[in-house]
């Protein structure tokens, strides 16, 4: 992850055409770009002929905006006002903008709106999906060995188990997610940047430190059981 946001033209909120030009990684070129619109009444991609890619994505953010799936406002300040669509103070927050773009262009994820990890990833793929699925199995495990103690007053030897449906399930579940972590393409494209097992391990650990059953150990027993369990004959 970078440690200095600025490097990346990391801003609260953006104009439009701030915006677009971090979209298409311009951002070495912006004070150009924003000297050679400075005296345009309207810049579009007609208007951007050296820059085409940041014209197209500069339509893409006011079609966005236009029909309501952008939200936009004044000076960051959000509000629903069409006048300000030809508004020089028009911006967009950066929180809005990351959301509309993770699920408009999910192949999409540039630098200043995500992180490195996030940037790895498949778009099918989250990695708190994968941890949400672990807490389940932990809590399940948890309310059936309370509920084993309650019954049994002396002391037992016992291993509480998920149901058996419930258990293939999540095993089901997270063996699949891995082959896409891990796995490629008919093509031989890779589906994220994660090579091996120890390195998706890492990354959990490090973005969910301190969560129920997220540990080495038990990230690499339930790994271990479901890579077991989608292999099983169906």
Same mark, same amino acid.
């Given at each position: ?34 000297? !050679? ?28 905006? @236009? ?10 300040? $959000? $509000? ?12 967009? @927050? ?44 932990? $809590? ?7 509920? !084993?103690?309650?019954?049994?007053? @002396? ?55 301190? @969560? ?8 690499? !027993? ?13």
């Amino acid at each position: 992850m970078n440690r200095y946001p600025h490097q990346q033209g990391i801003k609260v909120h953006y104009s439009p055409l701030e915006a677009a030009i971090r979209w298409s990684n311009l951002l070495e070129q912006e004070i150009n770009i924003l000297v !050679a619109t400075a005296q345009m009444a309207d810049v579009c991609a007609d208007t951007l002929p050296l820059w085409p890619v940041v014209g197209l994505n500069l339509e893409r953010l006011y079609d966005a905006m @236009r029909n309501g799936d952008l939200p936009y406002g004044n000076a960051g300040i $959000t $509000t629903k006002d069409p006048a300000l669509l030809d508004a020089p103070g028009l911006t967009i @927050r950066h929180v809005d903008l990351k959301q509309w773009m993770a699920k408009t262009y999910p192949d999409q994820k540039p630098g200043f709106l995500f992180d490195e990890l996030e940037r790895q990833l498949h778009p099918v793929i989250n990695l708190d999906t994968v941890q949400a699925l672990l807490l389940q199995i932990k $809590t399940l495990e948890t309310q059936l060995s309370n509920r !084993a103690q309650h019954r049994q007053p @002396r002391p037992v030897d016992c291993s509480p188990n998920l149901p058996p449906r419930a258990e293939t399930t999540y095993l089901n579940i997270v063996g699949g997610l891995l082959t896409l972590l891990l796995g490629q393409s008919p093509s031989g494209v890779r589906y994220s940047s994660f090579n091996t097992l120890a390195s998706v391990i890492s990354a959990l650990i490090a973005h969910h430190n301190g @969560r129920p059953g997220i540990t080495e150990r038990t990230l690499r !027993a339930k790994f271990a059981e479901a890579k077991r369990q989608l292999s099983a004959p169906s």
